[in-house]
């Protein structure tokens, strides 16, 4: 008797290391399905960020074919959706990566519910190195801070690396695509599994060793890139990790430290979804309602240069420095003392890399609201610029109107005459100020 899987592909959009699709690949026959969720999409998802999509899951149906299957592509309730192609290939299994979100875990109960006769095995070693809950502090379901994590991260033995599929096979008839748009398509340039391994290749022989001394250079822009990829599954984590360990070096184990605070981010939100939206570590905060600057902020127009660089890096690249991410989050939070979510919804917008873990984590990190041990710490931008762009090549390169300015006025160029800034405004805040009004604030509100 010949079996029949539908392997549901979420967040791991690639065919090798993925737990999920070879499990799946055991049956005789399986049929990969990706739901494209207009109720995430629509409205949420900047252009970029949707093209970006379109890409990792045209590369997707391109490696799935080379193995003899094809990606199945359906819009709309994924619940319903999965279960209808389940139902029209008379699937006995369906395979589905088990993530953190509470979103992702109503799905899971759901299809439970709805998937009736059928079995739904779910893989929950796909996102991650580490996966939630593998290694808990005594007493707690998570740990609540990073370097007891990290400690136990590193001794904890890895899972081992799955091999890719050597043959998929469908079933005579396998479900329909939808006809839109938005599904792979061979004018749909590739930026999935093939972009993504390439730029690990060139990542661990190129740049990898240096990434501890040059990660916060902003001009240099020594890191990675690979947080897309590995937002979409396009990057195995663990395989990852494991080159970076394989490494040895400092920057090799300085950029496993940041792979280990995204699983850190992962076990946190699995064991309080709610953080997603609510205070992790409440401050009893009275946010600011300023329409007006959280808008000169999104637009890159607050007047303070390296806050400005980092808010038109992410509209015209879909992608921000982590520096200037800590930058411009302290900025909205501390010195404007606007509300985190709102931080939070705009870069989910528009970075291709913007998860609910790590975007939401890290925002309340910086906010003061999350897991970080010093909550009351305030970037001064000025300060940070200095340090992390000297001579002010990162400013220049997304300011274009302060490009001329020499380096002694570039990150304050308010000191200048209005007509040597050509248009570039004023500070909206006086930084100063602000950070006493701040620090005010949050004394007070924690009683």
């Known amino acids: 008797m010949t079996t029949t899987t539908v392997a549901v592909f979420t967040r791991d959009l690639r065919v090798h290391d993925n737990p999920m699709l070879a499990a799946a690949a055991r049956a005789d026959h399986v049929v990969p399905l990706f739901v494209r969720d207009r109720r995430v999409e629509n409205g949420t998802f900047a252009a970029g960020r949707a093209r970006f999509l379109d890409q990792c899951l045209t590369d997707l149906d391109a490696g799935l074919r080379e193995l003899g299957g094809r990606l199945v592509v359906r819009s709309g309730d994924p619940v319903e959706e999965i279960c209808r192609l389940a139902a029209e290939v008379d699937a006995e299994r369906v395979h589905l990566s088990r993530d953190v979100s509470a979103y992702a875990g109503s799905r899971e109960r759901s299809l439970v519910a709805a998937l009736g006769r059928r079995v739904l095995h779910v893989h929950d070693d796909v996102h991650t190195v580490v996966p939630p809950g593998r290694i808990l502090p005594q007493g707690n379901d998570h740990f609540a801070v990073f370097t007891p994590y990290h400690r136990r991260w590193i001794a904890t033995r890895w899972r081992d690396p799955v091999p890719a599929p050597r043959h998929l ?6 479900g329909r695509t939808d006809t839109n748009p938005d599904g792979p398509t061979a004018d749909v340039e590739r930026r999935g599994e093939t972009a993504g391994v390439a730029r690990t290749r060139s990542w661990l022989d190129t740049g990898i060793d240096a990434y501890e001394q040059r990660h916060d250079d902003l001009a240099a822009d020594g890191t990675s890139r690979l947080s897309p990829y590995l937002h979409l599954g396009c990057v195995s984590p663990l395989l990852l990790a494991r080159r970076a360990a394989a490494a040895g070096t400092d920057g090799a184990a300085a950029f496993a430290r940041q792979l280990a605070w995204r699983d850190f981010h992962h076990q946190v939100l699995a064991a309080r979804p709610d953080t997603a939206h609510a205070d992790y570590r409440p401050r009893a905060d009275r946010w600011n309602d300023d329409a007006d600057g959280l808008d000169a902020w999104r637009e890159g127009q607050t007047g303070i240069p390296i806050v400005d660089a980092g808010m038109r890096q992410l509209r015209a690249e879909g992608w921000m420095h982590n520096r200037a991410r800590l930058i411009t989050g302290s900025f909205l939070t501390k010195t404007l003392y606007i509300d985190w979510r709102a931080g ?29 041990t010093r909550p009351n710490r305030v970037l001064n931008p000025i300060r940070q610029a200095q340090r992390y762009d000297p001579d002010g090549a990162y400013v220049r390169r997304y300011v274009p109107e302060l490009a001329h300015l020499s380096t002694a006025d570039v990150h304050q160029p308010w000191r200048l005459p209005e007509r040597e800034r050509r248009g570039y405004p004023a500070p909206i805040v006086d930084l100063a100020e602000a950070r006493t009004r701040f620090l005010a604030a949050r004394h007070g509100g924690a009683g």
Do not use: E
Request: charged residues 10%; hydrophobic residues 45%; glycine residues 12%.
């Open 344 to 372: 939070a919804r705009h870069f989910f917008t528009w970075l291709l890399d913007g998860d609910i873990a790590n975007n939401c984590l890290n925002w309340q990190w910086v906010a003061g609201t999350g897991t970080d």
């Open 169 to 174: 096979s469908l079933p005579p008839g396998a």
